[in-house]
């Protein structure tokens, strides 16, 4: 519905950015750390320098003052797990825990909330070799030792706890390299008892809020069809509810477990998994917004069809695409030419935002953290040593409006926490695609000076924070 006025932000709105270790810090292999799966594998890092990235563990304290500069309420990161446990299971690094107390010492210092995620793809290399990461039902017991040390140590100051990052993203795309469908989804449960588990000891050893941080996107059919109807309500199940049903009610969503089933790929699931599912209580959700998807159904006999299309010997990028966009019998996820999208064929849609909000909020009665939305684009820096980026500008402004139409809709909307508060290395496309609102000057592999620069959007996010959300000029 359109309004004629639309409710102001809330006093206490978490107005900041976010950002990943393994994207930003650098210093792979400093003070102790060991690589993890993302040193060893960079997706499309391999065409960009990773191991100094922006350089951001030794310049965290520049980074910092820049965003309080800003205006951040708050600052999203994730702490890697690779420094606080080297070998993924074995003795604590002490250079590690302390790197992370100064960061947080330093938002701190500023009236920065640190809002630190436990996880964002980066498990260690070491474990992956041991037992195959997530694949092991070991991987829960390790995961949750690590998440306890990082509640004792910061426990006592840190405010928001997020657990996994994009764990739909992670078994969608197949990120661990299952072997098949069982294996992907066996894995995939193992990641849902150890953050019900880590949820559990979070309020056990402190008193911080936590959440999972999916990437969740509402879902539209592609026609009027009943059937392409009924494909987005499952699709839903299958891209969004998987990761949060299970996390806020315990349960996972029954046609899908049936779809499973039948499929022979529902997980094991024990009676201890049970309990602990039902235990968990997440204080909010937070979750990533990149656009609505849009889907058409797919009978199990096509689907089946275009899945084998896409595993052949010599198959082309588009049958790969959409081998990998189909669920035989459940639907199939299409491109919408109604929605706009960046040259990197990422969607601009801030109604969908309102909508995944409203979805969000009607089904979970949980409070709502964004923790990524942006708009990643090739910056030119200009010979005047700026960067005109109002495209940007443009997206975040439509998106925040978006926001503020969901709050009139009822949504209890904590913050927002757009991708990236500066450069860092895109996970597909390398430093080349740019999100923050400060330039890191360097390219793929020339390093340069790494020098911060403000970007045109800095200003006007500094405006917009500063205004509680009204001025958006
Ligand atoms: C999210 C991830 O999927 O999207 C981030 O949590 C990632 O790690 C971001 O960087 C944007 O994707 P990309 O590929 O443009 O970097």
Redesign the pocket.
């Known amino acids: 519905m359109e309004y004629r006025e639309l409710k102001p932000f809330p006093k206490d709105f978490l107005w900041g950015g976010s950002s ?1 270790a393994y ?1 930003c810090e650098g210093a792979w292999d400093e003070d102790g750390k060991s690589p993890s799966v993302q040193d060893c594998k960079p997706i ?1 890092r391999g065409n960009s320098d990773w191991k100094v990235c922006s350089d951001h563990y030794h310049r965290f304290k520049e980074d910092i003052a820049l965003m309080a500069e800003m205006g951040f309420k708050e600052f999203r990161f994730s702490i890697a797990w690779t420094r606080i446990i080297p070998s993924g299971d074995g003795e604590i690094n002490p250079k590690g825990v302390a790197h992370y107390h100064e960061v947080i010492d330093e938002c701190l210092k500023y009236g920065i909330e640190p809002v630190i995620t436990l996880y ?2 980066d498990l260690p290399q070491a474990l992956q070799d041991k037992y195959g990461g997530w694949t092991s039902r070991q991987c829960i017991d390790d995961f949750v030792r690590f998440c306890e040390v990082c509640f004792r140590e910061y426990g006592s100051k840190v405010k928001y706890f997020l657990t996994i ?2 764990q739909n ?1 992670m078994t969608m795309y197949n990120m661990g390299e299952h072997k098949d469908d069982r294996e992907r989804y066996q894995a995939n449960h193992h990641m849902i008892v150890a953050m019900a588990k880590a949820t559990v000891r979070c309020h056990e050893l402190c008193s911080a809020k936590i959440a999972p941080a999916p ?1 969740i996107s509402c879902v539209y059919p592609a026609t009027s069809a009943p059937l392409d109807n009924l494909a987005a309500a499952d699709y839903d199940q299958f891209r969004n509810r998987l990761y949060l049903d299970t996390i806020v009610f315990g349960e996972y969503p029954e046609a899908l477990a049936e779809y499973f089933r039948q499929r022979g790929c529902m997980p094991d699931i024990t009676d201890e998994d049970r309990e602990v599912m039902k235990a968990a209580h997440p204080d909010y959700i937070a979750f ?1 917004y ?1 656009g609505a998807a849009t889907v058409k159904f797919v009978s199990i006999e096509e689907g089946e069809k275009a899945k084998a299309a896409g595993r052949k010997e010599g198959a082309n990028r588009e049958e790969f695409m959409i081998g990998m966009q189909t669920e035989p019998g459940l639907a199939v996820s299409v491109d919408n030419p109604l929605q706009d999208t960046t040259p ?1 064929h990422m969607g601009i849609d801030p109604v969908g935002l309102r909508l995944t909000l409203r979805q969000l909020w009607e089904r979970y009665r949980l409070p709502l953290l964004i923790t ?1 939305n942006g708009c ?1 684009m090739v910056d030119e820096l200009t010979a005047d040593g700026k960067v005109h980026d109002d495209y940007r500008i443009d997206y975040l402004r439509k998106h925040i409006i978006a926001c503020r139409e969901a709050i009139t809709d009822g949504v209890r909307l904590m913050g927002y926490s757009p ?1 990236s508060a500066f450069d860092l290395i ?4 390398g430093i080349t ?1 740019r999100y923050g609102f400060i330039y890191v000057n360097r390219d793929e592999f020339d390093l340069k000076d790494l020098a911060r620069i403000k970007k045109d959007s800095f200003f006007w996010y500094r405006k917009c924070i500063g205004s509680n959300g009204e001025d958006l000029d």
């Open positions: 990943s994207q499309g964002h793809f990052n994009e993203m990437n990533n990149y990197y990524e990643g991708w895109s996970t597909h496309q695609k």
